[in-house]
């Protein structure tokens, strides 16, 4: 079976691992310190801070902005459930706003229309890798005096028009264990104002700057050498993990037939996190049950709107957006990742012309 997803490692993650290990020091430490310098540099931002998961990366970022009970933020209703949750872990709630179905991504021309006097900060999610459409997204921001939160979780090396994701806001990075790099668990939030940065660092861990002295409530969402030093490694293969990536998702793109391939709008790279076709003419859970056949792996990024899960129902969410509600009955993500072979290439695009 071809697997959507397949982490790598190699002997520079088994040779910084042993070194954390020696050192005797696990908990954060120097590497971490090493990771966040080196994951800065990768997004072009002045700082990025490290976090103990891409959720609770969020979640600092939204409280080091200082949201809280009484805010809302946007957001898709198109995503991980951890984009959404993270707001309603802070008190605020979410306010979810239709999507664009050539980019999967928030539509810009929707967000004023849901703007309140409660509303606090945007939070764009770059999903599958392809960022969300940045210059009307600041601009409406800036006319209202929001804060941008990027849920860029998945999109790890991606740019628009030039600049990285988690460059544009406040950036939120996971580095779980199917994402285009990985520490196995972990997360990074990337920032230029040294005052989030800071408030995030005291937040992460138990609100303390003195060691046993707590100025505010804090959480421990730290991350760990041991987990640093797997995604340092990863880090420095990120390129070229993401030009195998995208070298697969042109090559599919080109030989894909019967089905909505994915397009890179002008201007963009494309992190290829998840390779994500539409399916229009057949029915999708015949069609994954065909593909497994076949030995293609493939999966439903994502299948219920986020306003349509327990939780959010139980919460009074009651919503039918229908952008979201058309691709979430479509979209079926075929593997991509840089572990794939021209033969595994080739069998996919048959798979597919069976459909
Ligand atoms: C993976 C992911 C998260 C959460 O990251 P974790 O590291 O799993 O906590 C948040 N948002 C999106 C869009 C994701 O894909």
């Not at 691709?327 to 840089?338: A, D, E, G």
Request: aromatic share 8%.
């Amino acid at each position: 079976m071809i697997a959507i997803s397949k982490p790598q490692f190699g002997d520079e993650e088994l040779a910084l691992v042993r070194e954390v290990l020696e050192s005797g020091v696990v908990a954060q430490g120097p590497k971490v310190a090493q990771f966040e310098e080196e994951f800065a540099a990768l997004c072009s931002t002045q700082y990025a801070v490290a976090a103990s998961s891409g959720t609770t990366a969020l979640h600092l970022a939204l409280l080091a902005h200082g949201i809280g009970p009484g805010d809302e933020v946007i957001t898709s209703p198109f995503t991980f459930i951890a984009s959404a949750n993270s707001v309603l872990f802070t008190g605020a709630m979410p306010r979810f706003v239709d999507i664009r179905p050539d980019t999967f991504n928030i539509d810009p021309a929707l967000i004023e229309a849901a703007i309140t006097p409660r509303t606090k900060a945007i939070m764009p999610v770059h999903l599958y890798g392809l960022m969300a459409d940045m210059t009307p997204i600041m601009e409406i921001a800036e006319r209202h005096g929001l804060a941008v939160i990027e849920d860029a979780a998945q999109a790890h090396g991606a740019s628009y028009h030039g600049r990285k994701a988690g460059s544009f806001g406040t950036g939120c990075f996971s580095l779980y264990a199917t994402k285009n790099m990985t520490s196995a668990e972990g997360g990074m939030v990337t920032t230029n104002d040294p005052q989030i940065a800071e408030q995030v660092k005291l937040l992460r861990a138990h609100g303390s700057k003195v060691r046993y002295y707590h100025d505010i409530l804090g959480y421990n969402f730290r991350l760990t050498d041991l987990h640093a030093a797997v995604g340092l490694a990863q880090l420095r293969k990120l390129e070229h993990f993401n030009t195998i990536r995208s070298q697969n998702a042109e090559f599919l793109n080109q030989h894909l037939q019967n089905v909505i391939t994915p397009q890179v709008p002008a201007g963009q790279t494309h992190a290829w996190h998840q390779y994500t076709i539409r399916l229009t003419h057949t029915d999708r859970d015949s069609a994954i049950e065909k593909l497994k056949a076949q030995g293609v792996g493939s999966a439903v990024f994502y299948p219920v709107p986020v306003y349509r899960q327990k939780v959010y129902l139980d919460r009074g969410y009651d919503q039918s957006l229908p952008v979201t509600e058309e691709i979430t009955k479509q979209v079926l993500s075929l593997p991509i990742h840089p572990a794939l072979s021209s033969a595994d290439l080739e069998t996919i695009i048959e798979a597919v012309a069976s459909l």
